[in-house]
């Protein structure tokens, strides 16, 4: 199975955010990029249907600018995918939706691709759309908040479970098509040391991103706002926890007004 | 000018979801707008006049009984010709999932300037600005969307159901077109509500009570089951209590499990890690109940209580029975 795996770098979680000078988004230069949450579920993923059907491969791609993205690429290499594309853009446009996918589009569309995986969301700007405008721009069915994904060789089908809203959906799908992944069936590997250094060896191919449109929608960021630090909880002091009990639904209901 | 707001509803148990109405009771705040309906299946005909009830005049029915098991790309297919004709200019969905899949399908094959999780929108000159929490709500933006078409989902519980003002809806059946075979071939065999099933779904409820670790065993989460009872509220679980199995891994609130976003969060046993904590952290209200006073939950919550959870949770269930006049 020819598998490719859309990954993207993002904050890493317990990054302290910081706005940009002009306040519209966030200063890149005060954090640290990680492979998206859901992403390493996608990569995990990948691998673990490549350990389980003889032949396959995976090729990771990541659109973004340099070195994040050139890093979260051999970040990949290292957890043990084959090969990758780092589709350069020139500048930090990545937050809007829809731009990413059309040139991670460009880039997959070429490549084998049974079976295109990537994150249900990314962490940052949780968009959560890119599956499916893939699926749009790639003429396949697409699916996301996909969980234990399976291959069923006798049927030639994707077998996995999706939860939404409306519970836990049993799926089949043949391939091609594309796969917004919620949760792998193990928890995201780790690379070892020897993968590691290995990597920083490794050769990514490089594709420009292209211009963008000159004239179409335009999704432009206006503002970047922190909310106020969290002063911790009001402490509710109690003897019994009858008494705790009362105070709490009295706040609830007098000073929050949440109480049904 | 005055656009045309098309409502894409989403169906379940052949109704208009919760995040529907919302998106309908948003559609009619944006001002001077004409706000159509539109819902695709099998019942899609006899659904479509619910918008009415909302006061929603027309509504477009795609009567097809191929999108009931199929993927959201056919609703996203069967939609085209209605953008078209009902020459909507914004398109408003629920922020779900469903919501969310249709969109990336809009931004593509609709050219629309999309945004998601939308908690405040408001028309400017040439689109729509939308205000919208992103890094798990560690930050908010606010974007322009400029654009001759927008399409917008919007967060879960961040607007009220619209009230009912009941109009008779026109209905107009759309022609069946061809679907493309590859988006016909997946099929949904099935769905598995959440376990407990009576009470409103973990990200469709404006309460949610979730228990973690410090439950300590399957035997004793009926304590957080009989406060969500009381509470109306859905439930919810830390990853430590799915990882252990004492709950199916639908009920996970955090990073890899669901987002919830409720008027009232209420953590029992659960210490709070980041991984929960962005999963949770954007609902209007937090409590926590924990037995550790250092517990990181109680940086986020707004009301905290220190104690034994097995003495706390039965004489808080009772209370809120109470105080609601349940017997």
Same mark, same amino acid.
């Given at each position: 199975m020819e598998i490719v795996v859309c990954v993207k770098p993002v904050p890493e979680a317990e990054t302290r955010l910081r706005a940009s000078a002009d306040g519209k988004n966030l200063d890149p230069e005060s954090v640290k990029f990680v492979l998206a949450g859901y992403d390493e579920s996608a990569v995990e993923q990948a691998l673990l249907l490549k350990e389980a059907v003889p032949g396959s491969a995976v090729h990771v791609v990541s659109y973004g600018p340099g070195p994040r993205t050139e890093e979260v690429l051999r970040s990949a290499i290292a957890l043990g995918c084959d090969r990758a594309t780092w589709v350069e853009s020139p500048n930090d446009d990545g937050a809007a939706p829809g731009v990413a996918a059309r040139a991670l589009a460009l880039a997959v569309a070429p490549l084998p691709h049974d079976l295109v995986l990537c994150g249900k969301q990314a962490g940052d700007d949780e968009s959560g759309i890119v599956a499916a405008a893939l699926g749009e721009l790639l003429g396949v069915?697409?699916?996301?908040?996909?969980?234990?994904? *399976?291959?069923?060789?006798?049927?030639?089908?994707?077998?996995?479970?999706?939860?939404?809203?409306?519970? &836990?959906?049993?799926?089949?799908?043949?391939?091609?098509?594309?796969?917004?992944?919620? &949760?792998?069936?193990?928890?995201?590997?780790?690379?070892?040391?020897?993968?590691?250094?290995?990597? *920083?060896?490794?050769?990514?191919?490089?594709?420009?991103?292209?211009?963008?449109?000159p004239t179409g929608p &335009?999704? $432009?960021?206006?503002?970047?706002?922190?909310?106020?630090?969290?002063?911790?909880?009001?402490?509710?002091?109690?003897?019994?926890?009858?008494?705790?009990? &009362?105070?709490?639904?009295?706040? $609830? *209901?007098?000073?929050a007004k949440v109480f049904p | 000018m005055t656009p045309t707001v098309l409502v894409v509803g989403e169906l379940q148990d052949g109704h208009l979801t919760g995040s529907t109405l919302e998106a309908?009771?948003?559609?009619?705040?944006? /001002?001077?707008?004409?706000?159509?309906?539109?819902?695709?299946?099998?019942?899609?005909?006899?659904?479509?006049?619910?918008?009415?009830?909302?006061?929603?005049?027309?509504?477009? +029915?795609?009567?097809?009984?191929?999108?009931?098991?199929?993927?959201?790309?056919?609703?996203?297919?069967?939609?085209?010709?209605?953008?078209?004709?009902? /020459?909507?200019?914004?398109?408003?969905?629920?922020?779900?999932t469903f919501g969310r899949d249709l969109l990336g399908r809009l931004a593509i094959?609709?050219?629309?300037?999309?945004?998601?999780?939308?908690?405040?929108?408001?028309?400017?000159?040439?689109?729509l600005r939308v205000r919208r929490p992103i890094f798990g709500g560690r930050a908010t933006e606010t974007r322009r969307l400029v654009a001759e078409r927008v399409g917008v989902a919007i967060r879960p519980?961040?607007?009220?159901?619209?009230?009912?003002?009941?109009?008779?809806?026109?209905?107009?059946?759309? +022609?069946?077109?061809?679907?493309?075979?590859?988006?016909?071939?997946?099929?949904?065999?099935?769905? +598995?509500?959440?376990? /407990? /099933?009576?009470?409103?779904?973990?990200?469709?409820?404006?309460?949610?009570?979730?228990?973690g670790r410090g439950i300590r065993g399957p035997e004793n989460f009926h304590l957080v089951e009989e406060l969500a009872a009381a509470?109306?509220?859905?439930?919810?679980?830390?990853?430590?209590?799915?990882?252990?199995?004492?709950?199916?891994?639908?009920?996970?609130?955090?990073?890899?499990?669901?987002?919830?976003?409720?008027?009232?969060?209420?953590?029992?046993?659960?210490?709070?890690?980041?991984?929960?904590?962005?999963?949770?952290?954007?609902?209007?209200?937090?409590?926590?109940?924990?037995?550790?006073a250092s517990a990181p939950i109680f940086k986020v919550a707004d009301y905290g209580i220190v104690g034994d959870l097995f003495q706390i949770l039965p004489a808080l269930t009772a209370e809120v029975r109470r105080a609601r006049g349940l017997s």
């Open positions: 069915p697409d699916f996301s908040a996909v969980i234990d994904l *399976r291959w069923d060789p006798a049927a030639a089908r994707l077998k996995f479970q999706r939860a939404t809203e409306a519970g &836990q959906e049993t799926w089949e799908a043949p391939t091609p098509c594309v796969v917004g992944l919620q &949760q792998a069936w193990n928890d995201p590997r780790t690379a070892k040391l020897p993968a590691i250094l290995k990597s *920083r060896k490794a050769t990514i191919a490089k594709v420009p991103a292209g211009a963008p449109p &335009q999704n $432009l960021p206006e503002k970047f706002e922190l909310p106020p630090p969290r002063t911790g909880a009001k402490m509710v002091e109690y003897q019994t926890p009858e008494e705790a009990a &009362q105070k709490l639904v009295k706040l $609830l *209901r007098e000073e | 309908i009771g948003v559609a009619r705040s944006i /001002g001077g707008a004409t706000v159509v309906g539109f819902v695709a299946g099998s019942a899609a005909k006899g659904t479509a006049v619910e918008f009415g009830r909302f006061g929603v005049a027309k509504a477009y +029915a795609a009567e097809d009984a191929r999108v009931d098991s199929a993927p959201t790309a056919v609703t996203a297919h069967l939609l085209r010709p209605v953008l078209e004709s009902s /020459g909507a200019s914004v398109v408003l969905v629920g922020g779900t094959a609709w050219n629309a300037a999309v945004a998601t999780g939308v908690t405040e929108l408001s028309p400017v000159e040439g689109g519980h961040a607007f009220p159901s619209p009230t009912e003002a009941a109009v008779t809806c026109a209905v107009e059946v759309v +022609a069946t077109i061809e679907i493309p075979a590859p988006l016909l071939a997946p099929q949904r065999l099935g769905v +598995a509500r959440p376990a /407990g /099933g009576s009470g409103p779904s973990l990200t469709d409820a404006s309460i949610v009570v979730s228990g509470l109306g509220a859905a439930v919810g679980a830390s990853r430590a209590v799915t990882d252990a199995g004492w709950r199916p891994t639908s009920f996970q609130v955090g990073q890899t499990g669901r987002a919830v976003s409720p008027q009232l969060y209420i953590a029992v046993g659960i210490s709070g890690a980041i991984q929960h904590i962005v999963g949770m952290v954007s609902s209007r209200t937090i409590v926590a109940i924990n037995s550790d």
